[in-house]
């Protein structure tokens, strides 16, 4: 029986709820990362006894299962767009959004498929785009291949700004402090593909970046439907 599917317990006292409980461990995680949260540490930052806490949540992963899928209605748009196109691009962004906001989030993205509503809701949504499109495995390629690209690409913008603040240099100072190192190396020779790319290639934001990429992702995908069914 999962978390969703157990009903929630009935006490005397002032129920704490898992409302209350996913809330106060969001804002945990938000400060301090998933090593932050822990039922005891959720149940002193809403002043209860941690036992309390096991008539709601029997497990830590129990309570990531309950935050992940509290964060997937921050994605979740108001509306669904007619093109399957714009639907996986608005849920894409929406998604990095929802991590920039819950860095935490990065770390528990890909794996075994979320299960709680607001999770499923969100796969249904990316399923039902391609309705009437494509055949079933096509479709099903098709949404892996898009949220492999949307996880790999979030854990590395994650991944940098965790950098950032581990070491206190910015991604130009970080060039900046390397720059003798990758000159020296590209003096070599051995690397002109790099040498190329370093001299001559132009930086763009994570936004920019992450932007383009899925759409490359997605023409990809277009692609892919329009060649006839064999």
């Known amino acids: 029986?999962?978390?969703?599917?157990?009903?929630?317990?009935?006490?005397?006292?002032a129920p704490l709820g898992r409302e209350r409980i996913?809330?106060?461990?969001i804002a945990l995680a938000d400060?301090?990362?998933?090593?932050?949260?822990?039922?005891?540490?959720?149940?002193?930052?809403?002043?209860?006894?941690?036992m309390r806490l096991y008539g709601y949540i029997s497990t830590k992963e129990e309570l990531f299962d309950l935050m992940v899928d509290e964060v997937h209605a921050?994605?979740?748009?108001?509306?669904?767009?007619?093109d399957w196109r714009e639907v996986l691009r608005i849920l894409a962004h929406r998604t990095r959004q929802a991590t920039l906001r819950h860095e935490w989030l990065a770390d528990l993205l890909g794996g075994r498929p979320a299960l709680g509503p607001n999770a499923l809701a969100?796969?249904?949504?990316?399923?039902?785009?391609?309705?009437?499109?494509?055949?079933?495995?096509?479709?099903?390629?098709?949404v892996e291949t898009v949220s492999a690209y949307i996880t790999g690409?979030?854990?590395?913008?994650?991944?940098?700004?965790?950098?950032?603040?581990a070491t206190g240099l910015s991604k130009r100072d970080w060039q900046r402090a390397s720059g003798p190192h990758v000159m020296r190396m590209l003096a070599t020779g051995r690397f002109p593909a790099l040498a190329k790319v370093v001299h001559d290639g132009t930086e763009v934001d994570?936004?920019?970046s992450f932007a383009t990429g899925l759409d490359w992702v997605l023409d990809a995908v277009a692609a892919k439907l329009a060649r006839p069914q064999a």
């Not at 029986?1 to 006292?13: I, K, N, S, Y």
């Not at 996913?22 to 461990?25: F, G, H, L, N």
């Not at 400060?31 to 941690?50: F, H, M």
Request: glycine share 4%; no cysteine.
């Open 153 to 165: 690409a979030i854990r590395r913008e994650i991944a940098n700004l965790r950098a950032e603040r």
């Open 122 to 142: 969100v796969t249904e949504a990316k399923l039902s785009a391609f309705d009437g499109l494509a055949d079933l495995e096509t479709v099903m390629r098709a």
């Open 31 to 50: 400060e301090g990362g998933l090593e932050a949260v822990s039922l005891r540490k959720v149940a002193a930052r809403l002043d209860a006894r941690p």
């Open 22 to 25: 996913i809330a106060a461990a």
């Open 74 to 82: 921050e994605v979740l748009p108001e509306e669904q767009p007619g």
């Open 1 to 13: 029986m999962t978390v969703w599917d157990r009903p929630e317990p009935q006490f005397r006292a």
């Open 206 to 208: 994570a936004e920019a």
